[in-house]
């Protein structure tokens, strides 16, 4: 609750395994998926450069709520929900928008 998550290498928030959840309510989920190539090309610590291109949420599998929430100027899409059996998604009262490709891609 009333989290800023910005300027993440890769994506902002990722939900990923069966069963996985994520309640984000009254946040901000802006300027993710920016790489580390702009940290002057610094790799992370395994020594691996991230590229560009991440989304703000990805939610492969479990279930995502987010509520109030502005989820804006990512790199790639604000929000990516993958799989079509195992990934629930609630939104509600949330503003997503400006985001690089596209804004919800189910």
Do not use: F, W
């Amino acid at each position: 609750r009333k989290c800023y998550i910005y300027k993440c290498a890769a994506t902002g928030i990722y939900v990923g395994g069966r069963g996985s959840t994520a309640t984000v309510r009254e946040s901000d989920i802006v300027e993710n998926g920016i790489g580390n190539t702009s940290m002057g090309g610094r790799r992370n610590q395994r020594g691996r450069v991230i590229a560009r291109g991440h989304s703000g949420v990805y939610l492969e599998q479990g279930l995502a709520v987010l509520r109030d929430c502005n989820i804006s100027q990512n790199a790639l899409t604000g929000l990516s929900a993958v799989s079509p059996t195992n990934a629930i998604l609630k939104i509600s009262e949330s503003d997503i928008m400006c985001n690089g490709t596209l804004q919800l891609e189910l």
